[in-house]
Antibody, heavy 124, light 109 residues
Framework: QVTLRESGPALVKPTQTLTLTCTFS??????????VSWIRQPPGKALEWLAL???????YYSTSLKTRLTISKDTSKNQVVLTMTNMDPVDTATYYC????????????????WGQGTLVTVSS | SYVLTQPPSVSVAPGQTARITCGGN??????VHWYQQKPGQAPVLVVY???DRPSGIPERFSGSNSGNTATLTISRVEAGDEADYYC????????????FGGGTKLTVL
């Protein structure tokens, strides 16, 4: 059974750096074709993809946020970490991590399953 | 950047068929994936690769994709299908961007 769980602070102050950890089980990120992504959802709004890391440690970021994001993995711990710098109240959202799968690799693939999400509020 | 356009809302009576569209430039050349999200819950994959269903998803959920429009069809709609639905594609033309539509609220009357 594949599961993912997000963890991190529920509250951060403006200008601070957010660090979120995705801990997963049931698959290995060292398996060829495997990827993990981060997605967020502001309250009452749509999903927004943030970043992806693949089995070969290639990384991709949302064009609009790439200067603020860093994604990394610790394969031995089955974890993926996302950092977002210079947090602002507009970054208040539920942050999800999800495994990505596809036919041959994750590219062009889908998100399944998702973690339960963690709500991050940015406020002074 | 690639844009996916969904209607904000779709309403349907129980037992009828709901069709939720996802528009994008030549979307028919891409693989489209659909997610269902109920209030307070994480999204769940309901259709992948245009028209395939994950295990556990009822046959009432189906998908199609051609030209500039992909469609999620829900047959014999039930009250439990009321949720937000999102489409998603991979935009390989611009440094690997995963793109979501704006979401459609399905209301069961």
């Amino acid at each position: 059974q594949v599961t993912l769980r997000e963890s991190g602070p529920a509250l951060v102050k403006p200008t601070q750096t957010l660090t979120l950890t995705c801990t997963f089980s049931g698959f290995s990120l060292s398996t060829s074709g495997m990827c993990v992504s981060w997605i967020r959802q502001p309250p009452g709004k749509a999903l927004e993809w943030l970043a992806l890391i693949d089995w070969d440690d290639d990384k991709y970021y949302s064009t609009s946020l790439k200067t603020r994001l860093t994604i990394s993995k610790d394969t031995s711990k089955n974890q993926v970490v996302l950092t977002m710098t210079n947090m602002d109240p507009v970054d208040t959202a539920t942050y999800y991590c999800a495994r990505m799968r596809g036919g041959g690799s994750c590219y062009g693939g889908w998100f399944d399953p998702w973690g339960q999400g963690t709500l991050v509020t940015v406020s002074s | 950047s690639y844009v996916l356009t969904q209607p904000p809302s779709v309403s349907v009576a129980p037992g009828q068929t709901a069709r939720i569209t996802c528009g994008g430039n030549n979307i028919g050349s891409k693989s489209v994936h659909w997610y269902q999200q109920k209030p307070g819950q994480a999204p769940v994959l309901v259709v992948y690769d245009d028209s395939d269903r994950p295990s556990g998803i009822p046959e009432r959920f189906s998908g199609s994709n051609s030209g500039n429009t992909a469609t999620l069809t829900i047959s014999r709609v039930e009250a439990g299908d009321e949720a937000d639905y999102y489409c998603q594609v991979w935009d390989s033309s611009s440094d690997h961007q995963e793109v979501f539509g704006g979401g459609t609220k399905l209301t069961v009357l």
